[in-house]
């Protein structure tokens, strides 16, 4: 079945740091990949995404690439500010096995430090 | 407010009671999905409608629990006979038809239950 993985949390870091969150899947067919991100005491929200390999998408200074030869849609930002502290969940769609179905992965805590 | 909202926001109950949720979507989308999310998880799909149509349930939704949006707007989700496992963020979220092609899903912020 599909499955999305990210990287072990929680992330720590200065503002203006350089931000990475691994993101790794796996479909049955062709996905669609989202990031989502939830501040707190907010719901998810689509934060970007990517619809085909080679795509990046791209939203407030984050960016993520679809590669679908690595199977990965990592996150990152250049220069992370403390507004920018939250949850980050990797998610896809996969029309090969549901229509309404999106998958997620475990979620990393981003806590930036003035 | 026009995003999407839950009720009750947080619930605690007595194994073995029934519960129930209820989610209005924003107005305009005839998409609504149900999902579960436990302490350091992601979010876990149950079930989505589209209009009143029920069109996918995960195996995840034992017998114990059904949804329902009987007239396309709300909806509410029933968990009859509470476990300790049942303990979790209960999410709603909706969306226009192509939701899950695009992504925009809109979250509720959750009901939270805990079953003693």
């Known amino acids: 079945g599909d499955s999305v993985t990210q990287m072990e949390g929680p992330v720590t870091l200065s503002e203006e740091a350089f931000l990475t969150i691994n993101c790794t899947y796996t479909?049955?067919?062709?996905?669609?990949l989202f990031w989502y991100v939830q501040y707190p005491g907010e719901g998810l929200q689509l934060l970007l995404k990517?619809?085909?390999?080679?795509d990046k998408g791209s939203n407030k200074g984050f960016e993520a690439t679809y590669r679908k030869e690595t199977t990965s849609f990592h996150l990152e930002k250049g220069s992370v500010q403390v507004s920018d502290s939250a949850v980050y969940f990797c998610?896809?769609?996969?029309?090969?096995?549901?229509?309404?179905?999106?998958?997620f992965g475990q979620g990393t805590i981003l806590t930036v430090h003035p | 407010d026009t995003g999407v909202s839950q009720d009750p926001r947080h619930k605690i109950t007595k194994r073995g009671q029934n519960v129930t949720f209820r989610c209005d979507p924003i107005?305009?989308?005839?998409?609504l999905y149900w999902y579960r999310q436990t302490l350091g998880q992601g979010p876990e799909f149950l079930t989505y409608?589209?209009?009143?149509?029920?069109?996918?349930k995960s195996r995840l939704l034992s017998d114990r629990f059904s949804a329902e949006r009987p007239k396309g707007s709300f909806s509410t989700l029933e968990i009859q006979r509470t476990e300790q496992g049942d303990s979790a963020m209960y999410l709603c979220?909706?969306?226009?038809?192509?939701?899950?092609?695009?992504?925009?899903?809109?979250f509720g912020e959750g009901s939270r239950l805990t079953v003693l």
């Open positions: 979220a909706s969306s226009l038809e192509e939701g899950h092609r695009t992504g925009e899903l809109f």
């Open positions: 479909a049955t067919g062709y996905p669609s």
């Open positions: 990517a619809t085909k390999a080679d």
């Open positions: 998610a896809l769609s996969d029309l090969s096995t549901s229509y309404g179905k999106l998958t």
């Open positions: 107005s305009e989308h005839n998409r």
């Open positions: 409608f589209q209009n009143e149509a029920q069109l996918e």
